[in-house]
Each structure stands twice: as structure tokens, then as C-alpha cells.
């Protein structure tokens, strides 16, 4: 390949790889009946600006050990002043590690992780595992 072409191949892929990781990291902050649990989410934004956040947890307690017990974990979406949105399920496996990845045009909202007595609940009313706010 001619010198050229190699410099703008590179330039293209530095391009890419950027615009790839403009992401950023939160460490989610585990309740106090929690202090083992552990998370991040990774976010990101695709080519239509929506905010792609990939969470991921360790060290969580069986929801069914808490208190007050529940039998799943859920994800909550909670932009400033508005009631929390139920994202979905997040499923822990048998190491207590799980991992929950959307898309949402939410750009300042809080990051809510709860334990309840199933996914499709439309409120939090568990206990609240874990929590970080999202900008930008």
C-alpha cells in the first residue's frame, strides 16, 4: 500500500475507535443494607444522540434476602423530578453478576436498581440495591 493510503486508513480508524469510546464510566453507589454490592454502568450514545447505558453488577445479595424480600432485581430509568420508569429485569446469575443493556433518548436521569416481587411492577416499592445519576 502506498504511504498515503496507509496514513488516511489510520486517520479513518482513529475516527472510529473516538467516536466508539466517547462513552463514559459511573460506579453505581450500593445502599448501606448493600455495602458488598457493586456496579457501573458504561455509557454511550448511538448515531441518533439516545444515551446506550450497559450496566453491570457484582456481589449482589439474593433478592429474596433482603428486606423486605423480593423474588427480582429491577432496573429503573428516573429523570429529574418524574417518577422512576421501568426499564426491565435485570437477571443476576449464580455468582450474583449480572448485566442489563438499553437504549433510551434520556439524557439526566438517575440509574435505579431494586429488589421486587416481580418485573413487571410499575413503581419502585423494594428495597433500593443501588443508584447513580446519569448527565449528559
Given at each position: 500500500?502506498?504511504?498515503?493510503?496507509?496514513?488516511v486508513?489510520?486517520?479513518?480508524?482513529c475516527?472510529?475507535?473516538?467516536?466508539g469510546?466517547?462513552?463514559?464510566?459511573?460506579?453505581?453507589?450500593?445502599?448501606?443494607?448493600?455495602?458488598?454490592?457493586?456496579?457501573?454502568?458504561?455509557?454511550?450514545?448511538?448515531?441518533?444522540?439516545?444515551?446506550?447505558?450497559?450496566?453491570?453488577?457484582?456481589?449482589l445479595?439474593?433478592?429474596?434476602?433482603?428486606?423486605?424480600?423480593?423474588?427480582?432485581?429491577?432496573?429503573?430509568?428516573?429523570?429529574?423530578?418524574?417518577?422512576?420508569?421501568?426499564?426491565?429485569?435485570?437477571?443476576?446469575?449464580?455468582?450474583?453478576?449480572?448485566?442489563?443493556?438499553?437504549?433510551?433518548p434520556?439524557?439526566?436521569?438517575?440509574?435505579?436498581?431494586?429488589?421486587?416481587?416481580?418485573?413487571?411492577?410499575?413503581?419502585?416499592?423494594?428495597?433500593?440495591?443501588?443508584?447513580?445519576?446519569?448527565?449528559?
Open positions: 500500500m502506498k504511504r498515503a493510503t496507509l496514513i486508513l489510520a486517520a479513518a480508524l475516527v472510529m475507535v473516538e467516536a469510546c466517547g462513552g463514559k464510566k459511573v460506579q453505581m453507589n450500593p445502599a448501606t443494607s448493600v455495602p458488598a454490592a457493586q456496579g457501573h454502568a458504561d455509557i454511550s450514545h448511538d448515531n441518533n444522540g439516545n444515551t446506550i447505558v450497559d450496566l453491570k453488577v457484582h456481589h445479595a439474593r433478592p429474596e434476602n433482603l428486606s423486605p424480600p423480593g423474588s427480582v432485581y429491577v432496573v429503573w430509568f428516573q429523570p429529574n423530578g418524574q417518577p422512576a420508569q421501568n426499564q426491565g429485569q435485570l437477571r443476576v446469575d449464580g455468582n450474583l453478576n449480572g448485566e442489563f443493556k438499553t437504549t433510551t434520556l439524557k439526566n436521569f438517575d440509574i435505579v436498581v431494586t429488589s421486587e416481587p416481580g418485573p413487571t411492577v410499575t413503581a419502585p416499592s423494594g428495597a433500593e440495591i443501588m443508584r447513580q445519576h446519569v448527565s449528559g
